[in-house]
């Protein structure tokens, strides 16, 4: 067999990176077919501020809040998985969020960065938060009720001496994210954990099955919001088939950081991931199985056998959505964090000292070395898969390579057999305002 083009070299957590940063650019700006390709359709939610660091390349340190300029406004970039690639927990959704769409938000800013490393950067350690304009600053510059997306005009910021327009970026918490971070601690106080050991982007991810942002994901007009755009049944095929299927994006990363456990927060959610992943669930779920139904089954996802004859899976656990239905959310958490506590305690989310955090699953990791964005924290924990290795590709790209090949032996075949895109990717309206 000759050896694989040179890209297939590159690990899948890194080569995601060199597809997702474009993708949304390509695909739509300079799509050469007969009529709009249906991921153009994120354009109709309008542009948003947007800004870059004032040093080139990556940060020398975690933070993402840093001497900061404007840059306009423009579409979001599309998004990649958030945290560490080994984190044991992935919270899986369906599309990101747009909180500058709503008026609360208008002063939220979206990186606009045009190296892949300072990206890279950004979406390993986001954390519980995105960045915002200072507000004052942002009145101080023209920003106010009447700033629109969909009328796309941008702030005035005064340039400095070196034609840059600086402006305050401050951290702006979501509410989702920190949902996460609530259920860490409170599996971490069960474990007797100081508080704060467990957190957001080392212990837990999260991900979504479609890379672009919108405020809701739906094809019906919100008569509370008569601006905002629903998709077409053809665009949301579109979608879904280019992005989650085709590309698998999302697949992709969840067989290269092979969770122990998935958290599936709404109903919509959950009608979408059990209609893509059915047959790799154990017990297959009949497709739009009720919340409540969910919950209360012990539901796993298989990834297949390794090349030792090991079956690995992961937990999936289902809640309905803290910030689209909270009341209910509310009722059904303390199941939630037992749960969780259950996959702790059969040692799949324990503790490991040497590290300070939960286990990391099996299998290597190149993201932050490779992109030179930081250290492994985790390198001398991570165990390669059988045939793979070492852990962090030290002079043995062959090892990376037969890991690669492991991993998408795993994921073969998984979206074959997957359900009609109209009859699991319903509408939604379980999405934060």
């Not at 986001?126 to 969909?150: H, I, M, Q, S, W």
């Not at 969910?294 to 656990?317: F, K, N, Q, S």
Request: proline residues 12%.
């Amino acid at each position: 067999m000759p050896d694989p083009p040179a890209v297939t070299r590159l690990p899948v957590e890194v080569e995601l990176l060199f597809e997702l940063m474009p993708c949304n650019a390509l695909r739509t700006s300079q799509y050469a077919g007969p009529g709009d390709h249906p991921c153009a359709y994120f354009r109709s939610w309008g542009t948003y501020h947007s800004y870059d660091y004032d040093a080139d390349g990556p940060p020398p340190d975690p933070a993402i809040i840093r001497p900061s300029h404007y840059t306009g406004r423009m579409t979001p970039l599309p998004e990649p998985l958030s945290g560490c690639r080994k984190a044991p927990v992935l919270a899986v959704g369906i599309n990101p969020n747009l909180p500058g769409w709503w008026p609360g938000g208008h002063h939220s800013l979206t990186p606009d960065f045009d190296s892949v490393r300072q990206y890279a950067h950004y979406f390993r350690y986001r954390g519980v938060f995105k960045p915002e304009l200072d507000e004052d600053a942002y009145l101080e510059f023209g920003g106010g009720p009447g700033d629109d997306p969909l009328a796309g005009v941008p702030l005035d910021v005064p340039e400095d001496a070196n034609g840059r327009r600086p402006i305050p970026v401050r951290e702006q918490p979501q509410r989702m994210y920190r949902v996460y971070q609530g259920l860490l601690d409170d599996l971490g106080t069960e474990l007797g954990l100081t508080p704060g050991t467990l957190t957001v982007g080392e212990d837990l991810a999260y991900g979504n099955m479609v890379a672009c942002a919108s405020a809701k994901w739906t094809t019906r007009p919100d008569p509370r919001d008569p601006d905002l755009p629903p998709m077409s049944e053809g665009q949301r095929t579109g979608i879904v088939g280019e992005c989650f299927r085709t590309r698998r994006h999302l697949l992709r990363q969840l067989f290269q950081s092979l969770p122990a456990v998935i958290l599936v927060l709404g109903q919509s959610t959950a009608n979408a991931f059990t209609g893509e992943l059915g047959d790799r669930l154990e017990p297959e779920p009949e497709p739009l199985t009720p919340m409540a139904e969910l919950m209360a089954t012990e539901i796993r996802l298989r990834y297949g056998t390794l090349d030792d004859g090991r079956e690995i899976d992961a937990r999936v656990l289902f809640a309905p959505h803290p910030t689209g239905n909270p009341d209910d959310y509310a009722t059904a958490r303390p199941l939630l964090v037992s749960q969780l506590l259950h996959e702790a305690r059969s040692g799949r989310l324990a503790h490991d000292e040497r590290i300070g955090h939960l286990t990391r699953p099996q299998g290597s990791c190149a993201f932050c070395p490779l992109l030179e964005i930081g250290p492994c924290p985790y390198a001398d924990v991570l165990t390669p898969l059988p045939g793979g290795g070492p852990a962090l590709l030290a002079g043995a790209p062959e090892s990376a390579i037969a890991e690669k090949r492991t991993q998408l032996r795993l994921l073969d075949g998984i979206t074959e057999r997957a359900a009609p895109v109209a009859e699991v990717w319903a509408h939604t309206d379980d999405r934060e305002e």
